[in-house]
């Protein structure tokens, strides 16, 4: 068939392939078949790109995790550490015929045994404990030295909570600041009094001006700390004096009329006697 004048190429070619199958299709085939490979590639490319990337997604290098920094407690206040303690510090009752003496007593051991002075509950009757919650409890003197102006009263029905725990050792740096805790029902002042211990006299002789509240149980007290920031009051006796660790390291026993300083017990000198009576 014979192609008309002015007829497109592209039609002409048609017939001819049409017409002569077995030389016209090799070129046609092999084009097919380069267009299907890349093709095939092409795809492949697109879908390895969206299984890495989200199209129009901006990459961003991996952020590592943040790290959480603990930041070290912060070491508690002496206000901190006394209120934790004062659960544990009661007001010693000293009951006579027709009189009542106050003062401070602190837990000493999981009998329910309690530290005072002797000067709080001598020459009275009966003792009576009660806790800051209101409890009260029978008490029984378990032991006293007067020389020593220290005494044991064990709780008849026991008390809870966990003893004090006393320093036993020697203190030596000056001034150290601590806390002296009370029975504010005793003393009528703030249950926690804060002091600095300021030196060790190595002899405190009782006179008119370092008698406060009850009459001491001895004429002279030897290596007693000095208490000097805040004033000491009647009802203070017997309450326990406590440093930075949260130790008891002494006992509050004497004060001065005239000027905010105060006496205490060490601990070292009567531990070993506390210990004896409370094997009892």
Known sequence: MRAEAGAAPWLTMRSVSQRRPTTSTQPLRALLSAGAVVLVGVVAFLVTVNRTAVPGAVQHPPVPPAVRVVAPSATPSLDDIARALLSRTVTIEALGKTDEGLGTGWLFDSKGDFVTNAHVVQGFLAVRIRGRDGT????????????????????QDGFPGAPLRPFTGTLADFPDPVVAIASSHATGHDDIIHERITRIAADV????????????????????????????????????????????????????????????????????????????
Do not use: C, W
């Open 136 to 155: 009260s409890h029978v008490g029984t003197v378990v032991g006293v030295d007067l020389n020593l102006d220290i005494a044991l009263i064990r709780s």
């Open 205 to 280: 002789p009782v006179t008119g001006d370092t008698t406060a509240g009850q009459t001491p149980t001895s004429a002279d007290y030897m290596d007693m700390l000095v208490l000097d920031d805040s004033t000491i009051s009647p009802g203070n006796s017997g309450g326990p004096v406590i440093d930075a660790r949260g130790l008891v390291v002494g006992v509050v026993t004497l004060a001065s009329k005239s000027s905010p300083e105060g006496y205490a017990i060490q601990m070292n000198r009567v531990m070993s006697d506390l210990t004896r009576f409370a094997a009892t």
